[in-house]
């Protein structure tokens, strides 16, 4: 599915990431773990197509495809969907108007009543207020927990092949992170779709699962092994690593 070869990245004129290699096939969970500032957000922009971010050695694949040095609304269109830690703000545009735009550009089909009403109960189901819907997308009028909510909503209603989580339980409480976990195991349950998740909640990954682990530590990969890592690494910390 995707496979990161040799990936060196900059922004700006500062080196960020460093000879990064990962494949996620089907069915797969990769946890990546990783202290602040040690380039886990930069990767998932990477692999998303941030145009801030210049790859300047190695390729990213998926599904055999070069994509490295395609837009971030196509990456999306193809597949490709990340939750970020901060989404931005969007003046003028309802979470109803967004998501329709997305679903017409993913799917290739005409947003139905049917499809809204699909939509508003998944409002419903994950614990937002009808009101939601009507707001302007990550706006301050809703509060961080919203915007991660509304975040999964999108994920669930573009049916994307990969999804990169970053952070998606930072302002949860544990009640919504249950909610969200419960959403994301009913949706991964057929075994078709790749995950990446970077989170440093124990909690959370207990409840996922992951199939890899990955510690990145100042841009680069030090480690990867079974769900055993991040139990010993959450545990311990990252000091064996500077």
């Not at 990064?20 to 602040?36: D, F, T, W, Y």
């Amino acid at each position: 599915m995707l496979k990161i070869k040799n990936v060196s990245a900059i922004v700006d004129t500062t080196q960020i990431l460093s000879d990064i290699n990962l494949e996620v096939k089907r069915g797969e969970i990769h946890a990546i773990l990783g202290p602040s500032a040690s380039g886990k957000s930069t990767l998932a922009h990477a692999i998303q197509g941030n145009p801030y971010i210049t790859i300047n050695t190695g390729s990213i694949k998926f599904f055999n495809k070069d994509i490295s040095r395609l837009k971030s609304h196509i990456r999306s269109n193809i597949g490709i969907f990340t939750a970020f830690q901060t989404p931005p703000e969007i003046e003028g545009l309802s979470n109803l108007d967004l998501i329709k735009a997305l679903f017409e550009s993913r799917i290739g089909n005409v947003f139905t009543p049917d499809i809204e009403t699909a939509y508003r109960n998944l409002v419903a189901a994950i614990g937002l207020h009808p009101k939601f819907c009507d707001e302007p997308v990550n706006s301050s009028v809703l509060s961080p927990n919203e915007w991660k909510k509304g975040e999964i909503i999108q994920m669930m209603m573009l049916v994307p092949e990969l999804i990169i989580l970053d952070e998606i339980d930072v302002d949860l409480t544990d009640t919504d992170l249950d909610i969200i976990v419960n959403m994301l195991k009913g949706y991964l349950e057929n075994k078709d779709k790749g995950v990446i998740i970077i989170t440093q909640n124990k909690n959370l990954l207990d409840k996922i699962e992951p199939s890899h682990v990955h510690v990145l530590v100042d841009g680069e990969i030090r480690e990867s092994g079974t769900a055993e890592l991040y139990k010993r690494i959450l545990e311990d910390g990252y000091p064996q690593f500077s």
